[in-house]
């Protein structure tokens, strides 16, 4: 789907008035994918049915007409059920995907996305995927190394670094993933996606601090999450999304209540 | 961050990435990289058992005349087919990382050009061997492997492309790869061809990478005022013609992914 030059323009022109309060200002942000019916995968396949005239496309939307703003300093969670358009809504914000209709206004250069499990190479070691991994993130060299052993003490992997990530246990790998993603100094926005239930409950804990830790160094944070107990524990306002649609925004227990209700029903 | 910074950025980045590629396509084997030396040499053992008698006449120094066709053309089909699968075997980091994605295509392509530089010490090993003298039109081949560069960094920007939206363009570029490599006469003397098949072979910028580095390596020549420029031509403008559908294409491939 290829935009319009007027469309980016808008895109680009548009700045919300009052901004000293707000990080994230998502406005009226609707998102269609526009998904061909038994899409063709082969070449052959795309010129029949060119020529035919049988491409038929439906729209598929995945966010409808969400509307929210996150403050500076507040630790806000999205909740809700899996293919709902939690992740669709993470990747408008932090500038992967570009929404069909309406605006999504933060400050890029600020944000720092935090996934787990991307990014690690099994045939590689320990040491080698924390170069590899801290590179794509944005670390330079230097940085690296000044941060390397507070790293592997974090991630309480003293002598496992020179073996190969394909022999560690799933555990190991995302202790090292959450560990490498917060060596930075605290980044001003935040974005958690599904990192908070990670290792066994002693590294959870640890890593909850950590967290903790970051918000309190001033950090704007969006955690997603479909898990009620990490939103009520850690955040100050909760978004509900279901089905691309925006249901709730409020306080945390409340939210999640409502949430929790509607999958007793 | 300023321009230089994020320069070096990068910098860091194509070679994490690339040190990655190294490390696993070697990863389960016992000599490791040294198969980039070795690789050359035994197939370069293998034709010139089979076609040096054969072609003895018209080529002299037959296994140095296959061997420099070899490498370049090695080095083009690894790094393009390579490139052609990166972005959706990287599908995960694209969503993640804050460097453009044209990087990931720069890392294959220079993977199979770092390769390209364990070759030539098999290369220059065999030139030892075959007591190739010294010329200093040798000089010009860095000039040839940077063309040849910018011509297989195009022509990947393309295929990236195509490879996320249509997955069968890897079968077909197979197809069309041995077509390729039959027409840009890696092991066979091009003057015994005639008509057609003769005119593609010197219009394809591949035999023209490939005779140009032969005319500076085994015979001491300078290639012509128009080779040059068809050298020139096609790196810079597959070059901008790849990256200019790369660009075009950008954000259809985030949603593909």
């Known amino acids: 789907m290829g935009l319009s030059a007027q469309r980016?323009?808008?895109?680009?022109?548009?700045?919300?008035?009052?901004?000293?309060?707000?990080?994230?200002?998502?406005?009226?942000?609707?998102?269609?994918f526009k998904r061909?019916?038994?899409?063709?995968?082969?070449?052959?396949?795309?010129?029949?049915?060119?020529?035919?005239?049988?491409?038929?496309?439906?729209?598929?939307t995945a966010l409808n007409d969400i509307s929210f703003t996150i403050e500076k300093g507040e630790v806000a969670g999205i909740i809700g059920t899996n293919g709902s358009g939690k992740s669709t809504i993470l990747k408008i914000i932090?500038?992967?995907?570009?929404?069909?209709?309406?605006?999504v206004w933060v400050d890029r250069k600020k944000v720092q996305l935090l996934t787990l499990g991307t990014g690690f190479d099994p045939e590689l070691t320990g040491r080698e995927n924390v170069y590899l991994n801290g590179a794509i993130i944005g670390y330079t060299k230097e940085y690296i190394d000044k941060k390397y052993n507070d790293i592997v003490k974090f991630a309480e992997l003293e002598g496992f670094m020179e073996e190969k990530v394909r022999n560690y246990s799933s555990g190991m790998v995302s202790r090292l993933g959450f560990a490498i993603a917060t060596a930075?100094?605290?980044?001003?926005?935040?974005?958690?996606?599904?990192?908070?239930?990670v290792g066994d409950m002693f590294f959870r804990k640890k890593s909850e601090a950590k967290i903790r830790e970051m918000i309190h160094g001033g950090s704007t944070v969006l955690i997603v999450s479909h898990s009620t107990s990490v939103i009520r524990n850690n955040c100050t306002k909760a978004i509900w999304i279901e089905k691309g649609r925006l249901r709730l925004v409020g306080d945390p227990n409340e939210v999640c209540d409502a949430y929790e209700k509607l999958k007793d029903v | 961050m300023t321009t230089s910074q994020q320069h070096k950025q990068y910098t860091f980045v194509v070679k994490q990435l690339t040190s990655r590629e190294l490390k696993r396509k070697y990863s389960r084997s016992y000599?490791?990289?040294?198969?980039?030396?070795?690789?050359?040499?035994?197939?370069?053992?293998?034709?010139?058992?089979?076609?040096?008698?054969?072609?003895?006449?018209?080529?002299?120094?037959?296994?140095?005349?296959?061997?420099?066709?070899?490498?370049?053309?090695?080095?083009?089909?690894?790094?393009?087919?390579?490139?052609?699968?990166?972005?959706?075997?990287?599908?995960?980091?694209?969503?993640?990382?804050?460097?453009?994605?044209?990087?990931?295509?720069?890392?294959?392509?220079?993977?199979?050009l770092i390769n390209l530089c364990y070759s030539l010490v098999a290369y220059v090993v065999m030139l030892v061997v075959f007591k190739i003298s010294l010329k200093w039109t040798m000089l010009l081949a860095p000039f040839i492997i940077l063309c040849l560069f910018l011509f297989s960094l195009g022509i990947s920007y393309i295929l990236a492309t195509a490879y996320v939206f249509f997955g069968d363009v890897k079968h077909l570029y197979t197809v069309i790869l041995t077509l390729w490599m039959y027409c840009s006469a890696i092991f066979y003397p091009v003057e015994q061809l005639q008509g057609f098949i003769r005119i593609i072979i010197w219009n394809n910028p591949l035999f023209t990478y490939i005779n140009c580095l032969r005319k500076a390596v085994m015979y001491g020549t300078i290639p012509e005022y128009i080779e040059f420029l068809q050298m020139i031509?096609?790196?810079?403008?597959?070059?901008?013609i790849g990256y200019y559908i790369f660009k075009k294409s950008k954000n259809k491939i985030m949603q593909k992914i």
């Open chain 1, 184 to 197: 930075r100094d605290t980044p001003e926005i935040l974005i958690l996606d599904e990192v908070l239930s």
């Open chain 1, 8 to 32: 980016r323009r808008e895109i680009r022109k548009w700045q919300p008035q009052e901004l000293e309060w707000q990080d994230i200002v998502v406005k009226n942000v609707t998102m269609q």
């Open chain 2, 233 to 240: 031509l096609w790196g810079v403008g597959m070059y901008l």
């Open chain 2, 31 to 112: 000599l490791g990289i040294i198969w980039s030396v070795l690789n050359p040499l035994l197939s370069m053992a293998v034709l010139s058992l089979i076609f040096s008698q054969l072609f003895r006449r018209s080529i002299e120094n037959y296994p140095i005349y296959y061997l420099t066709g070899y490498i370049l053309w090695q080095t083009f089909t690894g790094a393009t087919n390579s490139a052609m699968t990166t972005l959706v075997d990287n599908k995960m980091l694209l969503l993640k990382v804050k460097f453009p994605m044209d990087l990931f295509i720069l890392t294959r392509v220079y993977t199979a």
């Open chain 1, 94 to 103: 932090s500038g992967a995907l570009i929404p069909t209709r309406g605006t």
């Open chain 1, 36 to 60: 061909v019916k038994d899409e063709a995968t082969s070449i052959k396949e795309l010129i029949v049915r060119t020529i035919r005239g049988q491409q038929k496309y439906e729209m598929f």
